[in-house]
């Protein structure tokens, strides 16, 4: 079956399935790192071969492969064999998973916990919506992922009877520190980042007959870069307040601005976010009753008077910024005002608030034909002034519905998923959070998350982008 070209060393049979598994010449020499030039073909795919270009290469039937240039230490190029993997391809992300504590009996572990967890995200990136489906991928990508990703697959794929009870115990905040730390390397940090902080309930979580109910998740979403930077599971609703100071504490908000609904407008979030050198924007309505009202009557009274404009005595310092967008006939305009000062430190209970420089009214008027609404919502931020930058960070925390909750819904079908026992519900809560982010980063595509999961389980050339992103 071997042919030698150019006294090229014999391919084994495993190196084969290796070439075909990895689906690209060009893709697998931009992992190793080669120069331009030294590796250049046509692309390989499972379906065949293509004959690359004149030079050194290795024919095995009637597959044809170049031969190879890695770089050595001092930066000189070496040539190589036919066999170009020597050992595990080196991708990075698998590496993050390797201090995960495994649950299970040590005599009962016929699969390794790494080979698990890596099958169960690339299944999710690619559409996965339970672990059968993360059977049937593993086995449709075998070769692909003993060859590419480097799993050792003792034996064989996992069932879905092994994913499910290694997930339903696989302790869910070892599990979303590991993906955190991964993800937060790929998050490229600005000058005004914002962090949304909002819950979400995993609608069909929950078990009538032992009386579990669905479980609820608070995310932390960096809305610029679209990632996942952390969850809490909390057991209703009404404990957000209790889990946001451990999320909190487990990001690195300096210099970003976290925006909060107003669950989480309490003054030990608030005084929390300023400890740990970020600014906070925070919805206030009914639960700061005091300081809610306070707010609105002296907006009402400013803007009755236009902020005292002609008084110098009355003055009350502001700064305003407004925005229309116009999309399938309808028109909305946003009017953002920001009072600074004096007038804040005034307020009833604004002294018990860390930090709390400028109190906000964002009035939205949304026309729609003939007709026309109009609301108004109160901020609190440790901002000064700049009402364009708040208003950005207010708009931006609407990211977190619609680039990450709506998502789970709508393309990944998160509230419609029955799986409900022990971690397993929480952990897959994960693993979609951290598909998501990846698929986000992706930037080749111009097309939605929904249609880049389907072209990963279509192409494991673009399944690899995304991985490596």
């Given at each position: 079956?071997?042919?030698?070209?150019?006294?090229?060393e014999?391919?084994?049979?495993?190196?084969v399935?290796?070439?075909?598994?990895?689906?690209?010449?060009?893709?697998w020499?931009q992992?190793?790192?080669l120069?331009?030039?030294?590796?250049?073909g046509?692309?390989?795919?499972?379906?065949?071969?293509?004959?690359?270009?004149?030079?050194?290469?290795v024919?095995?039937?009637?597959?044809?492969?170049?031969?190879w240039?890695?770089?050595?230490?001092?930066?000189?190029?070496?040539?190589?064999?036919?066999?170009?993997?020597?050992g595990?391809?080196?991708?990075?992300?698998?590496?993050?998973?390797?201090?995960?504590?495994?649950?299970r009996?040590?005599r009962?572990?016929?699969?390794?916990?790494?080979?698990?967890?890596?099958?169960?995200?690339?299944?999710?990136?690619?559409?996965?919506?339970?672990?059968?489906?993360?059977?049937?991928?593993g086995?449709?990508?075998?070769?692909?992922l003993?060859?590419?990703?480097g799993?050792?697959?003792p034996?064989?794929?996992?069932?879905?009877d092994?994913?499910?009870?290694v997930?339903?115990r696989?302790?869910?905040?070892?599990?979303?520190?590991?993906?955190?730390?991964?993800l937060r390397?790929?998050?490229?940090r600005?000058?005004?980042?914002v962090?949304?902080?909002?819950?979400?309930?995993?609608r069909?979580?929950?078990?009538?007959?032992t009386?579990?109910?669905a479980?609820?998740?608070?995310?932390?979403?960096?809305?610029?870069n679209?990632?996942?930077?952390?969850?809490?599971?909390v057991?209703?609703?009404?404990?957000?307040?209790?889990?946001?100071?451990?999320?909190?504490k487990?990001?690195?908000?300096s210099?970003?601005?976290?925006?909060?609904?107003?669950?989480?407008?309490?003054?030990?979030?608030?005084?929390q976010?300023?400890?740990q050198?970020?600014h906070?924007?925070?919805?206030?309505?009914?639960?700061?009753?005091g300081?809610?009202?306070?707010?609105?009557?002296?907006f009402?009274?400013?803007l009755?008077h236009g902020?005292?404009?002609?008084?110098?005595?009355?003055r009350?310092?502001?700064d305003?910024?407004r925005?229309?967008?116009?999309?399938?006939?309808?028109i909305?305009t946003?009017?953002?005002?920001v009072?600074?000062?004096?007038?804040?430190?005034?307020?009833?209970?604004?002294?018990?608030?860390?930090?709390l420089?400028?109190?906000?009214?964002?009035?939205?008027?949304?026309?729609?034909?003939?007709?026309?609404?109009t609301?108004r919502r109160?901020?609190?931020?440790?901002?000064?002034?700049?009402?364009?930058?708040?208003?950005?960070?207010?708009?931006?925390?609407?990211?977190?519905?619609?680039?990450?909750?709506y998502?789970?819904?709508?393309?990944?079908g998160?509230?419609?998923?029955?799986?409900?026992?022990?971690?397993?519900?929480?952990?897959?809560a994960?693993?979609?959070?951290?598909?998501i982010?990846?698929?986000?980063?992706?930037?080749?595509?111009?097309?939605?998350v929904?249609?880049?999961?389907?072209?990963?389980?279509?192409?494991?050339?673009?399944?690899?982008?995304?991985?490596?992103?």
């Amino acid at each position: 079956m071997l042919g030698l070209v150019n006294n090229a060393e014999p391919l084994l049979p495993r190196d084969v399935a290796a070439w075909l598994a990895l689906g690209s010449a060009t893709l697998w020499a931009q992992q190793k790192g080669l120069r331009g030039g030294a590796l250049q073909g046509a692309p390989v795919t499972g379906n065949g071969i293509g004959a690359p270009p004149l030079g050194n290469r290795v024919a095995v039937g009637r597959a044809s492969f170049l031969r190879w240039e890695l770089p050595d230490a001092n930066g000189a190029r070496r040539r190589g064999g036919a066999d170009p993997f020597h050992g595990r391809p080196p991708l990075r992300f698998v590496s993050f998973f390797a201090r995960l504590k495994d649950p299970r009996v040590k005599r009962r572990k016929r699969h390794k916990l790494v080979d698990i967890v890596v099958i169960g995200l690339c299944a999710v990136l690619c559409g996965a919506e339970g672990w059968e489906d993360m059977e049937e991928f593993g086995h449709s990508r075998k070769g692909w992922l003993r060859a590419v990703l480097g799993l050792e697959l003792p034996n064989g794929i996992p069932g879905h009877d092994t994913m499910r009870r290694v997930f339903g115990r696989l302790d869910p905040s070892e599990l979303g520190e590991c993906i955190a730390d991964w993800l937060r390397t790929l998050r490229r940090r600005g000058l005004e980042d914002v962090i949304a902080l909002d819950g979400k309930t995993v609608r069909h979580s929950y078990d009538a007959l032992t009386g579990q109910s669905a479980i609820h998740l608070v995310s932390a979403w960096a809305t610029e870069n679209g990632l996942a930077l952390g969850q809490v599971k909390v057991d209703g609703k009404s404990n957000e307040i209790t889990a946001l100071p451990q999320l909190l504490k487990a990001l690195d908000v300096s210099g970003c601005t976290v925006t909060i609904d107003a669950m989480g407008c309490q003054r030990e979030i608030a005084r929390q976010i300023r400890e740990q050198q970020g600014h906070y924007v925070l919805a206030l309505k009914g639960n700061q009753e005091g300081l809610h009202e306070s707010v609105k009557l002296l907006f009402d009274d400013a803007l009755a008077h236009g902020f005292y404009a002609k008084d110098p005595n009355r003055r009350i310092e502001h700064d305003h910024y407004r925005s229309i967008e116009k999309d399938h006939g309808r028109i909305e305009t946003r009017n953002c005002w920001v009072i600074s000062g004096r007038h804040v430190a005034e307020l009833t209970q604004a002294g018990k608030w860390s930090g709390l420089k400028s109190v906000v009214l964002v009035q939205s008027e949304r026309k729609v034909g003939e007709k026309v609404s109009t609301e108004r919502r109160y901020f609190i931020t440790s901002h000064e002034g700049k009402a364009g930058k708040i208003a950005r960070a207010v708009r931006e925390h609407w990211r977190v519905e619609n680039g990450l909750h709506y998502v789970l819904d709508v393309a990944m079908g998160e509230d419609a998923c029955g799986i409900w026992k022990d971690n397993g519900p929480e952990n897959l809560a994960t693993l979609r959070r951290a598909a998501i982010s990846l698929l986000r980063q992706e930037r080749s595509s111009r097309r939605g998350v929904k249609a880049r999961m389907k072209r990963a389980a279509w192409d494991t050339d673009y399944l690899i982008q995304v991985l490596l992103s």
